[in-house]
């Protein structure tokens, strides 16, 4: 089980690295990519709300689901006429969601029970995010390809570091693969 780890890890590295080296050489594939997945995700949700409709015995439940429902189709059917559109919202999005999240993280470096690195730590992340988010408000257009981009260094990275960890974990395979066994 465990030299199949290490396997594991060296396929996932390289589907990373494929994946990351798409992601920046052509951006705009991810980005549609991106739109795709979710237009499929609130599909699914749609199903699941109806789902969640006809199961329940209530009426006001049900139509909260039916609508959501609803909803979630109109939303999957915006993404695949104007993916486009879909893109800038969806970057709108992460930017206030980064704004948001590194506000807490920001407000989290003066709290108490904190040591001095964790509070510069929480302090830094928060500037970080907040900045971010601001970017992408400033130029959603350009943000969303830079999304794409930073996926695809994220993707490289993360895939090198499984094809190190797979490496280093066939050593330990090899080891252990004689105790116990």
Not at 18 to 34: D, E, N, S, Y
Request: proline letters at 2%.
């Amino acid at each position: 089980m465990l030299h199949s780890l290490s396997t594991q890890l060296v396929w996932r590295g390289i589907l990373a690295i494929a994946v990351g080296i798409i992601a920046i050489a052509w951006p705009g594939v991810t980005i549609l990519a991106l739109v795709i997945l979710f237009a499929i995700a609130v599909f699914a949700d749609s199903i699941s709300q109806f789902a969640r409709a006809f199961s329940s015995d209530d009426a006001g439940p049900v139509v909260g689901h039916i609508l959501l429902a609803l909803v979630d189709i109109a939303a999957g059917v915006v993404a695949l006429v104007w993916p486009g559109m879909t893109a800038y919202v969806l970057t709108i999005w992460i930017g206030i969601w980064a704004v948001i999240t590194g506000g807490a993280e920001f407000a989290m470096a003066f709290a108490s029970g904190w040591t001095g690195g964790q509070r510069a730590l929480f302090g830094l992340t928060g500037l970080i995010s907040i900045a971010f988010g601001v970017v992408l408000f400033a130029r959603p257009d350009i943000g969303v390809v830079s999304l794409a981009e930073l996926f695809g260094l994220f993707a490289l990275a993360y895939g090198i570091s499984s094809l190190v960890l797979a490496a280093n974990t066939s050593d330990v395979d090899h080891t252990l693969s004689g105790v116990g066994g």
